[in-house]
């Protein structure tokens, strides 16, 4: 199973960007698939994920209507479309998937099995 996480870049503050997690080894519409990030010196947090094939989506209250999780199966990918970005949104950013996730603890990192590569994103002001 790999996991391509892409599509981060430094863009100024209100701008937007659009990640990719491209998936082989892994039917991602079968699975629970989140973005996490970890900005420096921070532990990793959680951001946005689909839990299991369905449309159930969460968000981190941080980026709650800025964010949007989508999915497209036909590619085999998971985007996050990041709009009016802050600088505090600078930081790694990974997908995650695992088809073993239950509902109650889909937004802590240790329930994913499989991890991208990361993306770098950066907020400038």
């Known amino acids: 199973v790999q996991l391509q996480a892409s599509g981060g870049g430094m863009v100024q503050v209100g701008g937007s960007l659009r990640l990719s997690c491209a998936a082989s080894?892994?039917?991602?519409?079968?699975?629970?698939v989140a973005w996490f990030r970890r900005a420096p010196g921070e532990e990793r947090e959680f951001v946005a994920r689909?839990?299991?094939?369905?449309?159930?989506?969460l968000y981190a209250d941080s980026v709650k209507g800025r964010f949007t999780i989508s999915r497209d199966n036909a590619k085999n990918t998971v985007s996050l479309q990041m709009n009016n970005l802050k600088p505090e949104d600078t930081a790694v950013y990974y997908c995650?998937?695992?088809?073993?996730?239950?509902?109650?603890?889909?937004?802590?990192?240790?329930?994913?099995?499989?991890w991208g590569q990361g993306t770098l994103v950066t907020v400038s002001s």
């Open positions: 995650a998937a695992s088809s073993r996730v239950i509902l109650s603890s889909s937004s802590d990192f240790r329930a994913y099995e499989y």
């Open positions: 080894g892994i039917t991602l519409s079968r699975n629970s």
């Open positions: 689909f839990f299991r094939s369905g449309g159930n989506t």
